[in-house]
């Protein structure tokens, strides 16, 4: 465990880490298997000792999140709109693909704003914004809220978790992501109920 601990300070320590985090981050917002989250809460539970600097984490980490996020609103934008284009006027998919342009042009902050703190969920929706061309500018600016506050989260949640396990770091490092997942699975539980609300709720009329 020693040995482990003392490989994520060298790196930690390291000028490259920052640039590290940002191509983790980047790199998740359209591949979720990168664990960018884990890199940001770990870099955050090091930093108590001083190295890396918590602020450049957490700008590192909203700015790869940021361009990650565009990435695959590109992505979304290039191929997904092209086969929106071409679903036949009547058929399930071209609606369901009108009933996603409705619900984005309504609450498409909200919606990307919350997402941002599931990883799969994240990419999902960055794709579909970019598919049914959610505006450029709304989605730089709700995204620009997005990732600042997911980075803020990660990082203030890896630091308060060091300064709690100050003598067993890696400790620190487990109870961050810990309570991340949880964090996670609750706002998915969240949405869930409200989805299954909804149902219920057409059901009966």
């Known amino acids: 465990m020693d040995s482990v601990l003392d490989l994520l300070r060298q790196l930690v320590t390291s000028p490259w880490v920052y640039l590290l985090i940002f191509g983790l981050t980047a790199v998740d917002a359209f591949f979720p298997a990168v664990p960018g989250e884990a890199a940001v809460i ?10 890396p600097n918590l602020a450049a984490v957490i700008v ?5 999140a940021c361009a990650g996020d565009h990435i695959s ?20 998919r071209r609606a ?25 969920g994240r990419t999902a929706v960055t794709l579909t914004m970019g598919a049914v061309r959610y505006p450029r ?18 990082g203030l949640l ?3 978790g060091g300064l709690a396990f100050e003598r067993h770091p890696v400790r620190g490092i487990l109870a961050g992501i810990g ?11 969240v949405r869930w109920l409200r989805r299954r609300a909804h149902r219920h709720a057409a059901a009966r009329h």
């Not at 609103?73 to 399930?92: E, H, K, M, Q, T």
């Not at 996603?100 to 909200?110: F, N, T, Y």
């Not at 997942?181 to 998915?188: A, C, H, R």
């Open 42 to 51: 770990t870099a955050a539970v090091l930093s108590t000792g001083g190295n």
């Open 60 to 64: 590192a980490a909203a700015l790869g």
């Open 73 to 92: 609103y590109a992505i979304g934008r290039g191929g997904g709109a092209n086969r929106l284009a071409r679903f036949p006027d009547n058929s399930r």
């Open 96 to 120: 369901s693909s009108e009933w996603a342009r409705r619900a984005l042009d309504r609450r498409g902050g909200l919606i990307l704003t919350t997402s941002r703190y599931l990883p799969g």
């Open 137 to 154: 500018r709304s989605f730089l600016l709700y995204d620009a809220i997005a990732t600042v506050s997911w980075a803020l989260y990660c």
């Open 158 to 160: 890896g630091y308060f």
């Open 179 to 189: 309570l991340s997942v949880i964090v996670t699975l609750g706002i998915e539980g």
